[in-house]
């Protein structure tokens, strides 16, 4: 693979072009990391809207057809279903826990198994999430273990 960087002062935008033969494995991850690089969310909070960078999010829930993103220490509400999170967000730090929630995996402080099969997670700043067991197999995964 080779890698060629031209910087040129009178672009307005980076553009990332990709010339190859076929997509490989190792290519799709190079243009999937390119991708979360690039993800914003677009969400409301005090009538305001704002950007904000995926790498800030703890997870993203869908209550009463209303998603909402929960940062460390916000709560802003997106227009964008949970399913549409979901794709694009799908080779990141992030993995769906339940029905109505994503989970940034970052955010983890401690995971505990639970009787029934599910798994609990304590977030840094605090709150608890509940993996439901549908989704421990992926979370286990994505998670390591």
Known sequence: ???V???DRNLKETE?????SEINSELQKIIDAIKICSFTITAYKDGYLQKINHEAVCYIESVDEKTFIY???DVYESKMKLFEFEEALINSSFVRISKSCILNIDFIEKVKPMLNGKYEVLLINGEKLIINRHYVPDFKKKFGL
């Open 5 to 7: 960087i031209e910087q």
């Open 16 to 20: 990332i072009v990709i010339r190859c």
């Open 71 to 73: 940062c460390e220490n």
């Open 1 to 3: 693979m080779k890698l």
